[in-house]
């Protein structure tokens, strides 16, 4: 029997499974429920998945194709990042490259749309897109010496931003006018490669988020950082207009997809290192929150029935999916996630008179006072949120273990571990620490 520290950490975890816009009910998602992250195949009406890819390395890039009729996953057999484009059967069978005469290469994105599939991809020689359509070869459509993607590239699922819904335009974001930190966006017709649209803010970051879903309309949702947070935008392609969305809300605001017949936005807010969904509609600009847990919200989509799927987590539990009645679409494991301690909010004012927001969490609701132990972001544009710190439980544990040990445990070097991992990214105070 593990202990329960240990099961905290090895609760099998997931991304947010995506489906095929013509065969909803063909999921796909990535896992470490195998111990390795790898790509399984679902279908929920019922029930039953398997794993699809024994990649040694892992894989974590997956995605169904349109259709639903198979699989598409980004195979890298060293753990370089280079690789290729397989597929295979959704329901299984054999392996086969994606696009045999394309050469290996770093992932620049994959979007799919009726007649077309764009990839791109990156070596030494630069950054291509290539375009097959109606099933045949891929033939080159751009090149570039500078970065770029195929939409808002994630890596993971069904993308929505590069494709428009009937394949006639393919978004682009790029460093041609600016830097990675700060990407432009071009839109390109997808059969010839001509430029039909540009976006640039000067300086400032854009990203492609999702295309209407609507066949034939022209409208790309964007996202833009204008007025010092994210903040959605709708740009009409077609009639070259752009509308930045007037939000009264304080934080990042970001668009995680629409809903299916293109009358709402399905947005997504931060706010002291919290999550609010909320549905916006387009004709009146009424905005409606969707009912959610406090805790960080990494993904979320619209299912084409109107739920809600979302990838939820907190400071005392693992991540799970839910929907937006509460549910979980989709359970790994067989037992319960290990629950731990909540977080709980507190503020300060600094000696600018900054409202200054953070979080603690204490190892019992009563006694003390209890060592403490500080975690100290990088910034100072950043934050810390209501997540998931597996460092946080191993240091309790480590603070009541005997100091006469000699030997360090099982528990001190993974705490080690999981320490030199992150010493880029945070720096650890410990304060009274006996």
Known sequence: MLALWERRFREPISFLPTWAPDAPDRCVYASNEAGVWQVFAWDPAIGE????????????????SLDGREVFWFADDTGDEAGRWL???????ETRPLFPTIPNGWNEGLAQAPGVIALGLSNRDGFVVYVSLAGGPPTELYRSN??????????????????????????LEHAEQGDLIHPALRVIDARSGATVGEQSDQGLALAAKCWSPVPGEQVLVIEHEREGELRPALWNVETRERHDLELELTGDITAEGWWPDGSALLLKRLHEGRDQLLRYELQTGEQREIATEPGVISDARVRPDGRVWFLHEQGGRQRVI??????????????????????????????HGDRVHGFYVTPGDSGGPFPVLMFVHGGPTWLDSDRWVDAAYLWYRLSRADPERKEPSRLAKLLGALLHDRIAHRMVIAMDFQ
Do not use: I, M
């Not at 597929?87 to 069978?93: K, S, V």
């Not at 500078?146 to 978004?171: K, M, P, Q, T």
């Open 322 to 351: 839910r929907d937006d009645s509460g549910a979980e679409p989709l359970k790994l494991g067989d037992r319960e996630p290990v629950a731990g301690r909540p977080y709980e909010s507190w503020h300060f004012t600094n000696p």
């Open 49 to 64: 998945r398997r794993q699809v890819t024994t990649e040694p390395v892992g894989v974590t890039d997956g995605t169904p």
């Open 87 to 93: 597929a295979q059967p959704f329901a299984g069978g």
């Open 146 to 171: 500078e970065a770029l993607h195929v939409g808002n590239w994630s890596g993971r699922g069904f993308s929505e931003s590069g494709l428009s819904a009937d394949g006639s335009l393919l978004c």
